[in-house]
């Protein structure tokens, strides 16, 4: 039966891909690959003899083409990236769009992710989080991004060339403060795998020797809200109650705007009521 398998393979030891991704890759017709070279050093390793396609961001839209010719002549089909697995932050994604809409199965065959393994090895918060992929290197959009980092309240996992790396945290470092805290990943699951932890400002020192070597992921932790001042609750509920809100309904909306808890809320209003004889 024709279908297409989005099989995950490894980010850097050859050792870190399943059974079943070795077993579909040896079972179906042909194998599309990002770069045919490098997917070539994962076939010999599994002795694996499929014939490999070309598949990449120059030639997707021929290929998604000739892809369901391939289909309609009930051939089975895999798509590989170059490593990990394939659609995040590589190409793939119009003939996974295109096959679906044309009624075919897609299945997946789960494995290695690089920003995965780097987000549950960081150390920051995994849940939520947002992946953003490569940051774009200039213009409206990299100044869109950095301000949306800087607001995030989550963790944002980004890919990042090596010697692009220093540039991206000395932005963050003028885009989110200097304390903020980010963890740099780089050649996971190899020899020289590595995590740098720290903030801002230590991680940018750390690397002033010279970029890190290998693919790279970028880690940020959440902005921290900061905590309303008492002051400024006070005064918010204080002129609530001066405009005619009842001390349950100040509290409420005083919470509602700058986020002080509705009990500490509450405490002031029926404190300041209490002062200016306002009833409940």
């Known amino acids: 039966m024709a279908e297409l398998y989005i099989v995950s393979t490894p980010i850097g030891n050859l050792t870190d891909i399943t059974y079943r991704a070795v077993e579909v ?5 042909r194998v599309l690959a990002e770069d045919t070279r490098r997917t070539s050093i994962l076939f010999r390793h599994y002795g694996i003899r499929t014939p490999l396609v070309s598949a990449h961001s120059h030639n ?15 051939e089975r089909i895999a798509l590989v990236s170059d490593a990990g697995t394939p659609l ?35 150390g920051l918060s995994p849940e939520p989080f947002t992946f953003f992929g490569f940051p774009p290197r200039s213009g409206r959009d990299r100044t869109a991004l950095l301000e949306r980092l800087r607001d995030l309240d989550h963790t944002a996992v980004l890919y990042e060339s090596p010697n692009r ?13 200097r304390d903020r805290m980010v963890v740099v990943a780089r050649e996971l699951t190899k020899v020289h795998e590595t995590f ?15 970029p890190p070597r290998g693919e790279v992921v970028v880690m940020l932790a ?18 609530l109650l001066a405009s005619g809100h009842s001390p349950r309904d100040a509290a409420r ?11 500490q809320a509450y405490e002031i209003a029926l404190s300041l009521s209490r002062q200016e004889g306002h009833s409940e």
Do not use: H
């Open 25 to 29: 890759l040896n079972s179906v017709d």
């Open 60 to 74: 997707e839209a021929a290929r998604t083409q000739q892809l369901l010719e391939w289909l309609a002549a009930g």
């Open 88 to 122: 995040l932050s590589d190409p793939g994604a119009r003939i996974v769009q295109t096959v679906v809409s044309a009624g075919y199965r897609v299945t997946p065959i789960p494995g290695a992710s690089a920003l995965l393994t780097a987000l549950v090895a960081s």
């Open 165 to 177: 790396v220093v540039r991206l945290l000395e932005d963050l470092v003028e885009c989110c403060g």
């Open 196 to 210: 740098v932890r720290g903030t801002l400002s230590e991680v940018v020192a750390y690397y002033a020797s010279g």
């Open 222 to 239: 959440g902005a921290v809200a900061a905590e309303p001042e008492a002051a400024d609750a006070e005064q918010l509920v204080r002129e």
């Open 253 to 263: 909306e005083a919470a509602r705007r700058i986020g002080v808890g509705r009990n």
